[in-house]
């Protein structure tokens, strides 16, 4: 499964848990792990939430698609 957020690595720069998160955005703590490894993904007004709950900015939280090779 391809990556396509780095929710996982954001929430480690930012010293939080999978749990903190989802607390904050009142969701359950099993999706938030699955989002983290990415399995599934969240919309988009979701990981704007998440975005600002973390203090940067939603790009942050995406994987980048240039300079892959397919």
Known sequence: MAKVN???AALAEADKTNLW???KIGRDPVTVSKWCTNTTQPDLQ????IAEFL???IRELLVSTTNKIN
């Open 6 to 8: 780095r929710i996982k």
């Open 21 to 23: 998160l989802a607390e």
């Open 46 to 49: 979701t990981l704007a939430r």
């Open 55 to 57: 203090g940067i900015d």
